[in-house]
């Protein structure tokens, strides 16, 4: 699994596009944005196993956030944080 994501300027309500591989519903199980101290799920609104495309939500606070994919496997769920920013306004 990888994914890439220019660094962005991304307003709450807007809808950002990641691309990468392996990336695809039988993968990624849900989408997060999170800082150092804080995580914000995001709402996946389409997804491929090349893209994902997910909208800001309005509870995100504005600020520097790196994506973090919470995978889904058979034997185990795990949580990921990728090495790309969306900064929100």
Not at 19 to 46: C, P
Not at 71 to 84: C, G, H, I, K
């Amino acid at each position: 699994m990888k994914t890439r994501l220019p660094s962005l300027t991304a307003k709450r309500g807007d809808v950002v596009s990641a691309s990468g591989e392996g990336i695809g519903r039988a993968d990624v199980y849900e989408l997060y944005l999170t800082n150092a101290g804080q995580d914000a799920k995001v709402a996946m609104v389409e997804q491929s196993e090349n893209l994902i495309q997910f909208r800001v939500l309005a509870s995100v606070k504005a600020g520097r956030w790196a994506l973090m994919i919470h995978m889904e496997s058979a034997s185990v769920a795990r949580l990921f944080e990728q090495p790309v920013e969306v900064t929100v306004e």
